[in-house]
Antibody, heavy 113, light 106 residues
Framework: EVQLVESGGGLVKPGSSLKLSCVAS????????MHWIRQAPKKGLEWIAL????????YYADSVKGRFTISRDNSKNTLYLEMNSLRSEDTAMYYC??????WGQGVMVTVSS | DIQMTQSPSFLSASVGDRVTINCKAS??????LNWYQQKLGEAPKLLIY???SLQTGIPSRFSGSGSGTDFTLTISSLQPEDVATYFC????????FGGGTKLELK
């Protein structure tokens, strides 16, 4: 059974950093591109980052480019999202997803003073 | 960027009803359109991929249709367990999502 489990969320102050993790199981993690998506309270879903199966390519939404970094460790079946210079508008539920077919349950990030 | 307009945003229907949810793309996305179901506190679940292909394990009362810019998710006979939020995703050019449809029982 495919499982994606996010962790690392929490309440942080504006300008601070946070690193999210997504541990994958039930499939060959190293063979698939992985995405991060977020949903702000009362708002729609927003794709924010993609990493290829071998980390050869990484892509970001304009809203996070230069502040967020997606990475992966295929030896640990883990996807990461390093978030720097956090803003109040980054407050959202963050999801990891495998190529569109499986999603995690999400982890909440709240940026507030 | 491709915009996805989903309608309706809220839907109330009775058990056994036929339910349709629509997504309209701002430009041609061929058939690169997925439909998801999300129940409160759960991960989104893929129902339909590439506009009309039923994901493994999904009941046959769910179906998808459309191509180009106009797409429809149909639930042929609504069941109580179908109460959820439904959203579409275009993956023709990056990813963009519809705004979601909250489906409740009447």
């Amino acid at each position: 059974e495919v499982q994606l489990v996010e962790s690392g969320g929490g309440l942080v102050k504006p300008g601070s950093s946070l690193k999210l993790s997504c541990v994958a199981s039930g499939f060959t993690f190293s063979s698939y591109g992985m995405h991060w998506i977020r949903q702000a309270p009362k708002k729609g879903l927003e794709w924010i980052a993609l990493i290829y199966y071998d980390s050869s390519n990484k892509y970001y939404a304009d809203s996070v480019k230069g502040r967020f970094t997606i990475s992966r460790d295929n030896s640990k079946n883990t996807l990461y999202l390093e978030m720097n210079s956090l803003r109040s508008e980054d407050t959202a539920m963050y999801y990891c997803a495998k190529s569109g077919d499986y999603w995690g349950q999400g982890v909440m990030v709240t940026v507030s003073s | 960027d491709i915009q996805m307009t989903q309608s309706p945003s809220f839907l109330s229907a009775s058990v056994g009803d036929r339910v349709t949810i629509n997504c309209k793309a701002s430009q041609n996305i061929n058939r690169y359109l997925n439909w998801y179901q999300q129940k409160l506190g759960e991960a989104p679940k893929l129902l339909i991929y590439n506009a009309n292909s039923l994901q493994t394990g999904i009941p046959s009362r769910f179906s998808g249709s459309g191509s180009g810019t106009d797409f429809t998710l149909t639930i042929s006979s609504l069941q109580p367990e179908d109460v959820a939020t439904y959203f579409c995703l275009q993956h023709n050019s990056w990813w963009t999502f519809g705004g979601g449809t909250k489906l409740e029982l009447k």
